[in-house]
Nanobody
């Protein structure tokens, strides 16, 4: 029903910045809670940041003050601005959409933070 297409990640030096985007198909984007999750090797998938339909946001403690989630409903797109990146941020990042009990996932994109 809904396809989530993420932008390419990449290799970033510690302290650097990167912006991820996730474009959603359909005409009900504004009704979806959107989020970014990540999964590092050997670790469970964890919530990074979430933005609700009213624009309210929440970030994980590990990224608070460094990452910002935002959405542009006119473009059916959610963003994750990542600043002051650390090696510990290395993971596959997944876009997530939810409306009531229906959930969709993006394909995942690799972000590697290394010098």
């Amino acid at each position: 029903q809904v396809q989530l297409v993420e932008s390419e990640g990449g290799l970033v030096q510690p302290g650097g910045s990167l912006r991820l985007s996730c474009a959603a198909s359909g005409n009900t984007f504004s009704d979806y809670t959107m989020a970014w999750y990540r999964q590092a090797p050997g670790k469970q998938r964890e919530l990074v940041a979430v933005i609700n339909t009213a624009g309210g946001t929440h970030c994980a403690d590990s990224v608070k003050g460094r990452f910002t989630i935002s959405r542009d409903n006119a473009k059916n797109t959610v963003y994750l601005q990542m600043n002051s990146l650390k090696p510990e941020d290395t993971a596959v990042y997944y876009c997530y959409a939810r409306r009531v009990d229906i959930v969709y996932w993006g394909q995942g994109t690799q972000v590697t933070v290394s010098s």
